[in-house]
C-alpha cells in the first residue's frame, strides 16, 4: 500500500490539524499555586508573618513570608515538574499508530495522522482515530468505554455500520486496515474529551501517610508555641514577648517541607527508572516495587529472547511407526502449517511462530479463502483453501488441542484411524520434544467438498493427524543471574505460561526456577487458598490461559502476597489490573496492556524488572533516610527552643536564623538523601510489609537519638557562653554548631546499616557539597563579625568557637558505634 507521502501529510494536518485530542489547560500551573497555597501549613505560615507583622516585627513577618512564598513556590514547581515528568512518561508507552507514509509501514504517534492516512489495525492495539475499513480479516472491537457495550462488535467491509472503526475503541480480535475519516477534536473520542474535566492524579499511599504525619506534626507544634508563650508571660508579665517566642517556636516547628519530601523522591525515582528501561505510569508503583513478594512472569519474550526458529519437523509417519518422513508429507506438514499462518513479514502484525514457519519453507499453493487466528480458549489457529477441485484446511496448535479433534493420521502407506494409544504415543514425542525446552505444534488437515457454515469450530473437526513441529526460543542469558538475585532478595517467581509442561519445566530449570509445574486445568478444582500456596511457593504453571493468569494474582493477593504481574496481550488486562504491579512489555505488549500496565518494560526483559524492583528499594530506603533526618533535625530545633525558654533565656533562634536552618534542612533531606547511593544489601533482604507504618519503632529511636544530640550541642553552647556573650554571640556560636551539628548528623544518618567509609562520601558528592556548605556558612558566622551581624549575630572568640564546632562535629558520629557491634541507631 501507498498511503500519503510525507508531504502531503504534513499539508493536510497544517489546513485541518493534527489528531490531538486536546492539550491539558495552560492554567495547570496555576491551579498548582492555588492548590500549594491552600495547605494548611502554608496558611499557617502566612498567619503567622501577618502577626509578626502587627505586633510590629517587620522583618521576622518578612521572613516567615518568604518562607512561606518558597515553599508554596517549591511545592508548585515540584508539582507540576512530576506532572510533567509523568506525562512525558506515560508518552513513552503510549498507544503507536500503525500508518503507511510513503510507501512504507510506519510507527508513529497517533497525533501525527491526519484525514485519509491508511492505518493498520490488529489484536491488541488500540484505535487511533475514527476511520473506515477498506480491508479486514476477523475483526472484533470492543467499543465499550464509547459506547457502553459490554460485548466486542464484529467490523468487516460492506455492512450498514460495520466498516466504522471509533477512535478509542480497542482491537480484540483480527486486524484491519483502514482510512482516517475524522481526527482530534472531531473524532468520537475527540468529541467525548471535549465533555471531560482535567483529572487530577490521586495521591500515592505514601503521600497520604506523609500528609496524615505532617497535619499532627502541625497540632504538635502549635500546642509547643502555645505552651512557650504561656511560660515566658507568666514569667516576664510581657504579653508582647510571650507572643513573639511562640510565634518563633510556631515557626520553627511547622513541618512545611514534609509533603514536597514524597513528591521529590517519587519524581526522582521515576525519572531513575525510566533510565533504565522502567517506565513508571503510576507513581504508586515506585513505592510498592520494593515491597513485591511475589511475580508472575510470562516465558515467551520475558524470559525467553522471542527470537523464535524452527528446528524440526515430524511427519506423523515418523512420530507414530518411526519411518521417516518422505519429502513430499514433510513439505505438506510445512504448507498446512503456513495455510493456518499469517503470510506477513511486517513485524508488527505477525506472531513470531508465523514469521518462522513462512521463513521456513516457499507457498506455492493457491491463495486461502479464510484464516481463523489462534485465540486462547482454541489453543490453535487454521486456514482454508481450494486444492484440486476440493476445500483443505490446515490446522496448527498445542498438540493436545489439535489431537483430541484428529481422527485419523497419514501414515506412509496412507490414511488410517488414529485410536488413543496412538493419539498418546504423538503426545508423548510432543513431550520428549518439548523437554528439551522446544515449543511443540501439532499440524493436522481436512479436506471436503464443501465448507460447513458455522464457524471455524465447524471446520476444526475430523481432522487428519499430519505431524510435528518443534520451534526454539533462547532464554535471555541474564535471566538466571536475574533469577538468582530475586531468590536472595526473598521474592519468589512463578512462570505462567500457554507451552505444554515439559517445554514450561525446562526453561524454568534453565533459568533457576525449581517449583512444582502445574497444569492449569488441573487447579480448576482447587480453592483460592491452595492455588494461592502454590503460587506463593513459587511454582510452574503450563497451559494457562489469560483467566488463569487473573484468578492466581487475585488468589495470590488475597493470601497478603504483593503481585507484580507480566503480560503482553489484549487479555492480560485484567491480570495486569488486579496486580499490585502491573508490568507490560513495551515492545511486544498490546496498547490495552500498556495502559493497564503500572510499569513498562521498554526492552521487555526480566532482568529489567529485577533492576527496577532493587530500585524501588533503594527509593523507599533513601525516604527512610530522609525523614528520619528531617524529624531528627525539627525534634532538635523544638527542643533546644523549648529548653532554652523554660530556662529563663531569650530563644536561641530568631526568624531570620530559622530560615537558614530551615533552608540547609531541606537540601539535606530533599537532595543529598535523596542521591544516596544503595547500602548494597538492598536485595540481600527480604521484601518490606507496605502495610507496616513508615514512622516505627526503628525510625523513632533514630530520631529521638539525632534530635537530642543535636539539641544538647547547640542548645548546651547557647547556654554555656550566654553569661559572657550575651544573646548575639551566644546566638551566633548556636547556630555555627548547629550547622556543623546537622551536617555530620546528615553524614552519619546517611548509611543505615553499613559502616561508614570514605569510599561511600565520595560517591554522593551531593551530600559532600550539602555538608561542606553548612561548614563554610558556620565559619563565615563564626569568624566574621559582619556576617554574624547581617545574622542578628554577635562576635565569639576564636577558641570557644574551635571548640564548639570541633565538638559539633565529632559528636554526632556516636551513631556509628552501634553499626560497629552489629545494631542500628534507628
Not at 489484549?570 to 496486580?579: F, G, M, Q, S
Not at 558520629?813 to 534507628?826: A, V
Request: proline fraction near 5%.
Amino acid at each position: 500500500m501507498r498511503g500519503l507521502t510525507s508531504a502531503e501529510a504534513a499539508e493536510r494536518r497544517r489546513q485541518a490539524g493534527s489528531n490531538a485530542i486536546g492539550a491539558r489547560p495552560a492554567g495547570r500551573l496555576g491551579r498548582q499555586l492555588q492548590q500549594s497555597v491552600t495547605q494548611p501549613l502554608v496558611l499557617l505560615l502566612l498567619l503567622l508573618a501577618v502577626v509578626f507583622a502587627v505586633v510590629g516585627e517587620l522583618r521576622d513577618g518578612a521572613v516567615v513570608f518568604l518562607v512561606a512564598l518558597a515553599v508554596v513556590v517549591v511545592e508548585a514547581w515540584t508539582r507540576w515538574r512530576a506532572d510533567r515528568a509523568m506525562t512525558a512518561l506515560s508518552r513513552l508507552s503510549a498507544p503507536r499508530a500503525l500508518v503507511w507514509r510513503d510507501s512504507k509501514l510506519r510507527e508513529v504517534a497517533p497525533e501525527e495522522l491526519v484525514k485519509g492516512d491508511m492505518v493498520l489495525v490488529k489484536s491488541g492495539s488500540r484505535v487511533p482515530a475514527d476511520a473506515v475499513l477498506a480491508e479486514s480479516r476477523n475483526l472484533m472491537v470492543d467499543e465499550s468505554v464509547l459506547t457502553g457495550e459490554s460485548q466486542p462488535v464484529e467490523r468487516g467491509v460492506g455492512i450498514a455500520e460495520s466498516p466504522k472503526l471509533l477512535a478509542g475503541s480497542n482491537v480484540v480480535r483480527g486486524w484491519g486496515v483502514a482510512t482516517v475519516s475524522a481526527v482530534g477534536r472531531e473524532s468520537t473520542l475527540g468529541q467525548v474529551a471535549a465533555m471531560i474535566g482535567d483529572a487530577e492524579t490521586p495521591d500515592t499511599p505514601l503521600q497520604v501517610q506523609m500528609a496524615r504525619l505532617a497535619r499532627r506534626l502541625l497540632l504538635a507544634a502549635l500546642l509547643v508555641g502555645v505552651a512557650v508563650a504561656a511560660a515566658t508571660f507568666l514569667r516576664d508579665r510581657s504579653l508582647h514577648g510571650a507572643v513573639l517566642d511562640g510565634l518563633t517556636l510556631a515557626f520553627a516547628a511547622i513541618p512545611a517541607e514534609l509533603p514536597i519530601l514524597v513528591m521529590i523522591v517519587l519524581g526522582l525515582g521515576s525519572r531513575s527508572l525510566a533510565r533504565q528501561g522502567a517506565i513508571v505510569r503510576r507513581l504508586s508503583a515506585a513505592e510498592t516495587l520494593g515491597a513485591t513478594t511475589l511475580i508472575c512472569t510470562d516465558k515467551t519474550g520475558t524470559l525467553t529472547e522471542n527470537r523464535i526458529t524452527l528446528t524440526g519437523v515430524s511427519a506423523a509417519s515418523e512420530v507414530l511407526e518411526s519411518v521417516a518422513g518422505k519429502e513430499n508429507q514433510l513439505d505438506r506438514v510445512m504448507h498446512l502449517a503456513q495455510l493456518a499462518s499469517e503470510p506477513t513479514e511486517e513485524s508488527w502484525l505477525a506472531d513470531p511462530t508465523d514469521l518462522a514457519v513462512w521463513r521456513s519453507a516457499t507457498w506455492d499453493w493457491p491463495d486461502p479463502i479464510a484464516r481463523f487466528s489462534f485465540d486462547s480458549s482454541r489453543r490453535l489457529a487454521s486456514g482454508l483453501t481450494q486444492l484440486d477441485g476440493r476445500f483443505l484446511v490446515g490446522v496448527k496448535g498445542a498438540p493436545e488441542a489439535v489431537l483430541v479433534r484428529c481422527t485419523q493420521w497419514r501414515s506412509a502407506q496412507g490414511l488410517e484411524p488414529l485410536n488413543s494409544d496412538q493419539k498418546s504415543q504423538a503426545l508423548n514425542s510432543a513431550r520428549q520434544l518439548a523437554a528439551g525446552g522446544a515449543r511443540v505444534l501439532a499440524v493436522a488437515s481436512r479436506t471436503m467438498v464443501k465448507p460447513p457454515s458455522g464457524g471455524p469450530s465447524r471446520l476444526e473437526e475430523r481432522l487428519i493427524f499430519e505431524g510435528l513441529m518443534a520451534f526454539s526460543d533462547p532464554l535471555r542469558p541474564e535471566v538466571p543471574d536475574a533469577v538468582r538475585e530475586l531468590q536472595r532478595a526473598g521474592v519468589r517467581v512463578t512462570m505462567v505460561t500457554g507451552d505444554q509442561p515439559a517445554t514450561a519445566d525446562s526453561v524454568a530449570r534453565s533459568a533457576g526456577l525449581a517449583g512444582p509445574v502445574l497444569i492449569a486445568a488441573q487447579t480448576k478444582v482447587w480453592t483460592d487458598e491452595e492455588l494461592a500456596t502454590w503460587a506463593s511457593q513459587g511454582c510452574i504453571v503450563a497451559r494457562a490461559r489469560p483467566e488463569d493468569k487473573l484468578r492466581i494474582v487475585r488468589a495470590a493477593a488475597g493470601a497478603g502476597e504483593i503481585v507484580a504481574v507480566t503480560g503482553d496481550g489484549v487479555n492480560d488486562a485484567p491480570a495486569l489490573e488486579a496486580a499490585a504491579i502491573g508490568v507490560a512489555m513495551g515492545r511486544s505488549g498490546a496498547d490495552v496492556a500498556r495502559e493497564a500496565a503500572d510499569l513498562v518494560l521498554a526492552d521487555d526483559n526480566f532482568a529489567t524488572l529485577v533492576r527496577a524492583m532493587a530500585q524501588g528499594r533503594r527509593l523507599y530506603a533513601n525516604l527512610r533516610k530522609a525523614l528520619r533526618y528531617y524529624l531528627a533535625v525539627k525534634l532538635a530545633l523544638v527542643a533546644v527552643s523549648v529548653v532554652v525558654a523554660l530556662s529563663g533565656h531569650p530563644l536561641p533562634f530568631l526568624p531570620l536564623q530559622i530560615l537558614i536552618l530551615e533552608v540547609f534542612i531541606e537540601l539535606g533531606a530533599a537532595v543529598a538523601f535523596m542521591n544516596q547511593t544503595p547500602e548494597g544489601d538492598e536485595m540481600t533482604r527480604p521484601p518490606r510489609d507496605p502495610r507496616a507504618a513508615l514512622f516505627d519503632r526503628r525510625m523513632l529511636t533514630g530520631v529521638i537519638g539525632g534530635g537530642v544530640t543535636l539539641a544538647l550541642l547547640s542548645g548546651g553552647a547557647y547556654l554555656f557562653v550566654y553569661p559572657s556573650l550575651g544573646p548575639g554571640g551566644a546566638r551566633s556560636l548556636a547556630l555555627g554548631t548547629w550547622l556543623v551539628g546537622q551536617a555530620a548528623l546528615g553524614i552519619a544518618m546517611g548509611w543505615e546499616r553499613h559502616r561508614l567509609r570514605v569510599s561511600d562520601l565520595r560517591a554522593n558528592p551531593a551530600l559532600l557539597l550539602w555538608a561542606g556548605a553548612a561548614v563554610l556558612l558556620a565559619a563565615l558566622v563564626l569568624l566574621l563579625p559582619p556576617v554574624a551581624a547581617l545574622l542578628q549575630g554577635g562576635a565569639v572568640p576564636l577558641r570557644t568557637a574551635a571548640i564548639a564546632v570541633g565538638i559539633s562535629a565529632v559528636v554526632p558520629l556516636w551513631m556509628e558505634i552501634p553499626k560497629r557491634f552489629g545494631r542500628r541507631p534507628g
